[in-house]
Nanobody, 128 residues
């Protein structure tokens, strides 16, 4: 289990951009499965992006494809979520998550309850 500390987020006008960062407390090994989730009060956490460090495979929710990009920097031990062309529907609390998985296929299928490590969350608010 690792400690994840988030930064970034805040408020922006629709059409704007924000960057979220997630600092990882230890080296990001190739078998790390890392994801970004978001949650609106009263709703389940929605996975918006997932990546497997070893082969750099990534997948995005349909609602954010073409607008959000997740990346990792092993040297800086950081996971980043770049969010462009934001809309009011992107308003939510965003969380990064990490877990150890043996392959991309094993990572891709994981839901929120199966991730062991979580960041503290950061609010993203998009105004119309």
């Amino acid at each position: 289990q690792v400690t994840l500390v988030q930064s970034g987020g805040g408020s922006v006008q629709a059409g704007g951009s924000l960057t979220l960062s997630c600092a990882v407390s230890r080296y990001i090994y190739d078998n790390y499965c890392m994801a970004w989730f978001r949650q609106i009060p009263g709703q389940d956490r929605e996975r918006v992006a997932v990546s497997y460090i070893g082969n750099k495979h990534r997948d995005y929710a349909d609602s954010v494809k073409g607008r959000f990009t997740t990346s990792s920097d092993k040297a800086k031990q950081t996971l980043t979520l770049q969010m462009n062309n934001l809309s009011t529907e992107d308003t939510a609390m965003y969380y990064c998550a990490a877990d150890i998985r043996t392959s991309w296929n094993d990572c891709y299928i994981r839901v929120a309850s199966e991730f062991q490590s979580w960041g503290q969350g950061t609010q993203v608010t998009v105004a119309s």
